[in-house]
């Protein structure tokens, strides 16, 4: 078969479906992906027909924005860009179907909805977290102040989200939507992210069910897969000088992903706690770190690295919360402090909480919180009894691809019986 992935977002949005594409690739399928152009290199490396979405400066300027990281503004601000982007990736995806497509998309592949819509072709939904998926009965987690007390019952819960799709999110989307599904001769729609958005062939839950078990208010063709872990760690030249780094001791990873942050003040605070527990560190990071910080040794600083290159050597992991980089230190089973700061990130750091793998600290963290909060991870049994225990549960990055893979295949197998019937 012929399968268009679309995957729209940063990194931990677009590597499980390149992993994913990988395995369908190896099992005979012919693969288009469509992507922003700033994965170009990896997706063609793969050797599947790209499609790119927008250029790679845009996407720059995108990810540099504050408003996107900021909880109040984060969703307009991410609304704007792929409203924007709807005919070109509808244009895109059209031109690319045969008579032999299944499509395979990630949550704001709107345009391959579009495509199922008008023209019948098979949509597999993939939702990289659970948090993306509609679901009062879930309690997602929301920043501090805004999520609903605990004892709020579920139908009133369930009425006063309604309330907030109707008020906030229909009203932000639904004008740039409704135009375009006008152009394209298809009713107006509501509802959009609790029942227009999933595919009603097929959505994938791309975590496990420890993570996230399946919720009865959640779309009834929901099948959990696992984590299909994907990260570059194939594609990455040796690094003699990382290497010898991580040889002396295991250090302490800071990453806060492609979220922007002021880097002079979280750098700064998290140079401070390595030296108040006396540890040593590696930044990852595309922003300018100030050079006296690693002045003495005992701290590297690389634009990036595989995590599963670094993390089996890693004594923590302080990040944002991004959901690929939460199952990666998981899977290693390295304890984690989580900052989160917009998006699914407050969701993901309360359920890595929940298991016992660390902690969270709410952003701006200072160098104080980070300390405490490291000298307790790193030193507790608990802690450390919670990660080798949800290392051994992860299944491998190969069998939850795999998982992924047969769903699809499954979806196109029906549609052509359907097709013949």
Same mark, same amino acid.
């Given at each position: 078969?012929?399968? &268009? $992935?679309?995957?729209? %977002? ?8 390149i992993g994913i594409g990988r395995t369908l690739a190896a099992r005979g399928h012919r693969i288009t992906f469509c992507a922003s152009a700033v994965f170009a290199p990896v997706i063609e490396r793969c050797g599947f027909k790209f499609l790119p979405l927008g250029t790679r400066e845009e996407y720059r300027a995108v990810m540099a924005d504050p408003a996107l990281w900021h909880p ?13 982007? !709807? ?21 704001? /592949? ?10 019948? $072709? =098979? !949509? ?8 993306? &998926? ?8 929301? =920043? ?10 579920? =139908? ?21 939507? #409704? ?6 001769? !298809?009713? *107006?729609?509501?509802? &959009? @992210? ?31 897969? %696992? ?21 002396? /001791? ?11 942050? #002021? ?9 401070? /706690?390595?030296?108040? &527990? ?25 634009? +990036?690295?595989?995590?599963?290159? @670094?993390? *089996? ?8 919360? %991004? ?6 230190? $998981? ?16 969701? #993901? ?6 298991? %016992? ?21 790193? #030193? ?9 225990? +949800? ?14 893979? !047969? ?15």
């Open positions: 078969m012929h399968v &268009i $992935i679309t995957a729209i %977002g940063s990194a931990g949005d677009v590597h499980p479906f109040r503004t984060s969703l307009p601000t991410l609304w704007k860009t792929v409203g924007g982007t !709807l005919r070109e990736q509808y244009r895109l995806l059209e031109q690319a179907c045969d008579d032999d497509t299944v499509m395979l998309g990630s949550l704001w /592949a709107f345009s391959a909805r579009l495509l199922q819509e008008r023209h019948g $072709i =098979p !949509l597999v939904t993939g939702q990289v977290t659970p948090f993306a &998926i509609w679901s009062p009965l879930a309690r997602p987690v929301h =920043p501090p102040g805004t999520n609903l007390p605990t004892f709020v019952p579920y =139908p009133l819960r369930r009425l006063l989200l309604g309330v907030i799709e109707h008020a906030f999110l229909d009203r932000l989307m639904k004008p740039e939507l #409704n135009s375009f599904r006008r152009e394209l001769g !298809l009713p *107006p729609v509501k509802r &959009i @992210i609790s029942r227009w958005i999933s595919s009603p062939d097929r959505v994938l839950g791309l975590f496990a069910d420890w993570f996230a078990p399946i919720q009865q208010d959640w779309p009834a063709q929901t099948v959990l897969t %696992g984590f299909p872990l994907f990260d570059e760690s194939g594609f990455e030249a040796p690094d003699a000088e990382l290497d010898d780094f991580l040889s002396v /001791a295991p250090p302490v990873v800071f990453t806060p992903g492609s979220t922007t942050v #002021n880097a002079a003040q979280y750098f700064a605070a998290a140079a401070q /706690a390595l030296k108040s &527990i006396d540890r040593r560190g590696v930044f990852l990071t595309s922003q300018a770190v100030d050079p006296s910080l690693s002045s003495d040794g005992r701290i590297l600083v690389r634009p +990036y690295v595989p995590m599963s290159r @670094i993390l *089996p050597h890693t004594a923590a992991l302080v990040h944002h919360g %991004g959901v690929g980089t939460t199952a990666l230190a $998981i899977a290693a089973g390295v304890p984690q402090i989580v900052t989160p700061f917009a998006h699914d990130h407050f969701d #993901n750091a309360a359920r890595m909480q929940r298991l %016992g793998c660390g902690l969270q600290v709410f952003a701006p963290a200072c160098a104080e919180s980070l300390a405490t909060a490291l000298d307790t991870v790193l #030193n507790s049994h608990e802690v450390r009894a919670s990660c080798d225990r +949800y290392s051994q549960l992860m299944p491998p990055g190969d069998s939850a691809r795999e998982a992924a893979a !047969l769903q699809v295949e499954a979806v196109a197998r029906r549609a052509a019986t359907y097709r013949v019937a």
